[in-house]
Every structure is written in structure tokens, then in C-alpha cells.
């Protein structure tokens, strides 16, 4: 199956730097919600500064690059349909593309560069370290979150080309449901308008295909590095718990973590889920500063994790 997709020749958005807001000098976490510096409600203490030596997301909004993030967001907002997702799901789900196991694929998603992330300039795989150790650090009992830090990110191969190199709109960046209205919270929701789904009749109501309470695993999600990967771990049949796999599913999803906008498509299970990813989600960005991982030295562990909740290989 061929899928068609609109490349674009600007790949390279900036799209989390919309987060920051550079007059409160608040930190604006890669999960969406804003903190004051230092100190989270759990006690955690944020590192001020970044690889580069400057404050997480801290950006000139008037910035050249500004254009880029907006372009992305345009491309992303027009692109990603109802029937696009479908399609996505179906042609990614056969899991076809190649078989390897979670610790090959921490070393292939090394060559991938997520253009949209300007705290990061290590290797992908000392982000997912730094991510999984600092919460280690803070929830030693909890190695089932340990090891979904480690993978949460992985789906960001389909970049690659032998995932078919799917464009930056349709890997990263915020998510959000289809088949229903799309929220204002989503940002530079305008260019939602140049959607075909914005003037379907079938979707462009508050509930749109769905009932309130549905929960949002009946629910379609735009495309990216998260979908993908919950897809690759439910169906090989990792032994992870349903927090770790709605983690992985939503970490993007941040008109729904930041803004509490589709609330009313969630179900019980999913209130409680959202904790667990509100917790993850502080991690996801103060874990990318200058605190360095010996990958060789803690490896042996986190391999220990793959082997007690992923089988030793895995299709993709
Ligand atoms: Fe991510
Ligand atoms: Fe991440």
C-alpha cells in the first residue's frame, strides 16, 4: 500500500517553543503545563538550565524561527484528517517494516533529529535516560515507569527511511482527536479552518462520531511517534500496565494535559491514567539538561526491564 502524503520542504519546526512563555520566565513543560522555576508540587527539583547552557524553552517569540514553528503547525492542522489517521493506523499497525528489539531500536532512534526540540542536543537515547533515571530517582518502586520513560519516544523512527520517512507534522508535535471539533486550546487553531474534517457535518460538532464518556481509546488521535508506539507495544504484547501504555499513547496530547480541553471524551479509567502522565510529563523536558548518563553502566538494568515486560524481539 502507498500511502500519499504532502511533504514538506520545511521539516525542521521549532513547534514546542510555543510553549514557552518568555514573559513570566515560567517553565512550560514538554507535557504542556506550566510550573514556576525550581521546585513541582512533588518536590522535584528542575535544572535552570539547558545543554546550551539557557533556560528550557526560553526563546525570542518574535524569533525567524517563529515562521517555521507556524508552518509546522499549518501543515500539521490541514494534513492530519480523520481518513489520514485511519489510513496511518491501518498501514502502521501490519508492523511490518522490520523486527528488532527495544535496546536496537534505543540505538536506531539515535539517528533520528527531532527539529522541533531546541533543548536537545544529545543523542535521543541520553534524553530517554535522563528521562527514565531522574524518575527512577524520584519512584524507585515504579520500574514499569522507568521503562516506559525509556521507550516513550521510540515511535520517532517512522522519520527514518526506512519507516518510509514520514514528515516532522506527521511524527511529532502536539496531538489531538479527530472525528469530533477541534479545540481552540490547539495551538494556531486557525489553521484547523483549511481542514477538510473542519466543514464535515460528521465531525465538526463537540462530540463529532462520539459520546461523551467514550473513553479515549475509541477514540482517533492525529498521527505521530505516539500512536505509533502504543501500536508496537500492544500488539507484541508487552506486559506493561494500561498507565504505562496510555503514557506512551498521550504524552503529545497536550491540549488535553495542558488546557483540559476533551475531557468530556474520557472515561473513568482515563481520569485515573492522566495522573500517571501528569506525573511523566515533568520528567519529559527537565530530564534534557546537563546531567550526563553512563549508558554502558545502566543498560544491564533497564535491559532487566525489557526482558520482564517485552519479548526479546519485537515487530515494527
Ligand atoms: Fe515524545
Ligand atoms: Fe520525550
Known sequence: MTILIEQSAELGSQVEEQKCNSDTKELVLDGGFVLPKSVSQDGFVAPEINTFGKSFRDYD???????????????????????????????????????????????LVNEVVDDSDPDLDEPQIEHLLQTAEAIRKDYPNEDWLHLTALIHDLGKILLLPIFGELPQW?????????????????????????????????????????????????????????????????????????AALFIIRYHSFYPLHK?????????????????????????????KSKVRIDVEKVKPYYQFLIDKYFPSKLRW
Open 61 to 107: 517569540a518574535q524569533s525567524e524561527r517563529q515562521k517555521t514553528v507556524e508552518e509546522f503547525y499549518r501543515l500539521q492542522q490541514i494534513n492530519q484528517t480523520y481518513d489520514f489517521v485511519k489510513r496511518m493506523r491501518e498501514e502502521y499497525g501490519k508492523l511490518n517494516k522490520i523486527e528488532m528489539s527495544i535496546w536496537e531500536c534505543c540505538e
Open 170 to 242: 506527521a511524527v511529532v508535535g502536539d496531538t489531538f482527536p479527530l472525528g469530533c471539533a477541534f479545540d481552540e486550546s490547539n495551538v494556531h487553531h486557525k489553521y484547523f479552518k483549511e481542514n477538510p474534517d473542519y466543514k464535515n457535518p460528521a465531525y465538526n460538532t463537540k462530540n463529532g462520531i462520539y459520546t461523551e464518556g467514550c473513553g479515549l481509546n475509541n477514540v482517533a488521535m492525529s498521527w505521530g511517534h505516539d500512536d505509533y508506539m502504543y501500536l508496537v507495544a500492544k500488539k507484541n504484547g508487552t506486559t506493561l500496565p494500561p
Open 259 to 287: 488546557a483540559g480541553a476533551y475531557t468530556y471524551l474520557m472515561n473513568e479509567e482515563d481520569v485515573e491514567n492522566l495522573k500517571w502522565l501528569k506525573i511523566f510529563n515533568k520528567y519529559d523536558l527537565y530530564s
